[in-house]
Structures are given as C-alpha cells and as structure tokens.
C-alpha cells in the first residue's frame, strides 16, 4: 500500500491520539503497589565458637535454631582460617551441647572394651577409667622394662620400656602436648606418636 505524504500524517495522527487516550486510561487507574507482609527475622542466634577438634583453633559461627544446630561456618573474621573449615570442622554441629543439652550422639562417660570382646562397656566415673589406665601402664611398664641392651658385646644403658607407646591426639594444645611427652619419657616410653603424622 502506497501512502501520500497526506495519508501518513492522517495515520500517524491518528495513532498517536489514541495512544495518548490509553494513556490517560491507564493513568485514571489507581494502581495498588503493596509490598508482601513477609516475616524478616527467625529465631536463629549466631555465636562465634573455636573449633574444637585440633590446636589449628580454626574459629566458626554456630547458628542455633531453639536448641538445635542448623549451620555450622568457617568465621570469615578469624585470622587464622578467614573463612575456611576443613570436613572435621564441618562436622561440628554433630558433637556441640546446645542450649545447655548434650548432642545425644556424644560420648559423655568413658567406655571399655576388654580384650577380645566385641562389646564396649560404659565406666561410670573416671576416676574408675584412670585407676584401670594406671594398673594397666604400671603392670606394662615393670614386665617389659630394659637397664641396658647389649650390643656387639657392649653393654648400654638405656632405661626404657618397649612394651607401651604413647598416641596423642590433635586435640591437644602446645602445653598438653609437652607435659605428655615430658610424662612419657619420664615413665621410659620411646615411641610417641601423634594423629597428625598418620
Ligand atoms: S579440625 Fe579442621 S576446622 Fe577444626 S581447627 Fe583443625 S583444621 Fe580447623
């Protein structure tokens, strides 16, 4: 379809006048802009805690919703992880008392497993737990004990015991760590070992 110079400012005109009446349809509407009446908070409390499980101390935030665990996160403030937790970190929430309640996954009373038994007893108290430790290193120590070891045809003294080594754990901080293996040798022992190196 041809259109004359004419028909084009007819056309035009008219489409620009009934764009300008929808126009004023449109605005002659109230439009209802409401936001939803959504709740913001939740009761969840985050508390900054240090993990636990090595003297690394990396530091977390426990989210705690009632008197359960439902996040545990590397603490982008701590200087020493800044963000980071390795898989035992991760874990956490499995073993942290809440609210002052015990996980009831977590062992709270020692337990004992006598020598070729399948099942793990519970022992009430420590002090029953370290008497059995002690009876156990003394009875060790006197039955494996070595005053000197011969060797081609010389005598050394060495005062130790072969028949106990020491396993510490990473749990431990710098402090703990010397006075174990101070006791350890003291008491003769020549194999210390540590989790980490395994
Ligand atoms: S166990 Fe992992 S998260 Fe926990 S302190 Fe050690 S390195 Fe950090």
Not at 100 to 116: E, F, H, S, V, W
Not at 172 to 189: F, I, S
Request: net charge negative; charged share 25%.
């Amino acid at each position: 379809m041809e259109l004359s110079r004419r028909d084009f400012l007819k056309f035009s005109g008219v489409a620009t006048a009934g764009g300008l009446a929808a126009a004023k349809m449109l605005e002659a509407q109230p439009v209802s802009a409401e936001s939803l009446d959504l709740e913001l908070s939740k009761p969840i409390g985050e508390v900054p805690t240090i993990c636990c499980y090595c003297g690394v101390g990396c530091g977390a935030i426990a989210a705690a919703d009632a008197d359960k665990v439902i996040n545990i996160e590397g603490d982008p403030d701590h200087p020493i992880n800044q963000g980071s937790l390795c898989s035992k970190g991760q874990a956490l929430a499995q073993m942290r008392t809440v609210n002052g309640k015990d996980n009831p996954n977590r062992l709270t009373k020692p337990l004992y497993r006598a020598p070729y038994s399948t099942e793990w007893e519970v022992i009430e108290d420590w002090d029953t737990a370290l008497d059995m430790i002690a009876d156990r290193i003394k009875k060790t120590r006197d039955e494996t004990w070595l005053d000197k070891i011969d060797v081609g045809g010389t005598s050394y003294t060495v005062n130790r015991t072969d028949g106990i080594a020491e396993f510490g754990g990473g749990e431990l901080d710098n402090e703990e760590c010397y006075l174990l293996a101070k006791m350890a040798r003291a008491l003769g022992l020549v194999y210390l070992e540590h989790c980490a190196r395994i």
